[in-house]
């Protein structure tokens, strides 16, 4: 079973150093040096994604019983592709080790959880970073500063620490708050925008009218979340 995730770690080491377009000589001892770590770090970032699902499953929980619904959806994670790390890295213009990528890159663990009405997001944001384990490193609120494409989201990188049979280590997570619609228009979006051998008049077509959708999906996000006020106030239970 060892023997078999080593060759797994080994694999995805061998594409991010195809990406970086490392000599032979170099790859050799860049596997040698680290696919034990490598495997290891990947593991630590695994735990840290657990760690703070796991906190949002608890709010989810704790806050249906104050508000009789539970304010997300869903909750998606993912951890960064070999392929995406050595991009990254590359755009860099810093060579890949283990160190390297812990200490340049913030977004290799992520977790994207999904609200009913906008409220919500600042809602489970607030409750998030008041934990005494959790710190934030970096915001960036593309809700009230939305991107010049469209893109609506609440992005986080907080730091948490996992704990080891023999240590704690502090890890980093990316999180994205959106709602439905913010999600629905932001995964079309990433569909068109990478999307390979599309005429870039059709490309520049359907960006425009993506942007009036993102206006139309804000504009039903407040008013979903003006409707579901009014319904609360009016003593409106859901089901």
Same mark, same amino acid.
């Given at each position: 079973?060892?023997?078999?995730?080593?060759?797994?770690?080994? $694999?995805? #080491?061998?594409? &991010?150093?195809?990406?970086?377009?490392?000599?032979?000589?170099? /790859?050799? *001892?860049?596997?040698?040096? %680290?696919?034990?770590?490598?495997?290891?770090?990947?593991?630590?970032?695994?735990?840290?994604?657990?760690?703070?699902?796991?906190?949002?499953?608890v709010l989810n929980e704790e806050l249906s019983l104050k508000?009789?619904? $539970?304010? #997300?959806?869903? &909750?998606?994670?993912?951890?960064?592709?070999?392929?995406?790390? /050595?991009? *990254?890295?590359?755009?860099? %213009?810093?060579?890949?080790?283990?160190?390297?990528?812990?200490?340049?890159?913030?977004d290799i663990a992520g977790i994207r959880v999904i609200c009913s009405f906008p409220a919500d997001i600042y809602m489970l944001e607030k409750a998030l970073l008041e934990q005494d384990d959790v710190r934030l490193v970096e915001k960036k609120d593309y809700i009230q500063n939305p991107k010049k494409n469209g893109y609506r989201s609440l992005h986080l990188i907080v730091e948490t620490p996992i704990f080891l049979h023999d240590r704690k280590k502090l890890m980093k997570v990316e999180v994205q708050l959106r709602t439905i619609s913010m999600d629905w228009w932001a995964s079309l979006e990433h569909k068109i925008k990478y999307k390979k051998d599309i005429d870039q008049n059709v490309v520049k077509e359907l960006e425009k009218e993506l942007l009036v959708c993102a206006e139309i999906a804000a504009k039903l996000d407040a008013k979903m979340e003006d409707i579901?006020?009014?319904?609360?106030?009016a003593g409106i239970e859901e089901d």
């Open positions: 079973m060892e023997n078999t995730s080593i060759q797994v770690a080994g $694999n995805e #080491i061998a594409n &991010i150093l195809n990406e970086v377009r490392v000599s032979p000589e170099e /790859a050799r *001892k860049w596997l040698e040096q %680290n696919v034990q770590p490598y495997k290891e770090l990947m593991a630590y970032y695994r735990c840290a994604i657990m760690e703070i699902e796991t906190k949002f499953n508000y009789d619904r $539970n304010p #997300i959806e869903t &909750i998606k994670s993912r951890l960064k592709s070999p392929e995406s790390i /050595a991009e *990254k890295m590359r755009r860099k %213009n810093i060579f890949p080790t283990v160190q390297t990528i812990e200490d340049n890159l913030t579901n006020k009014r319904a609360h106030e």
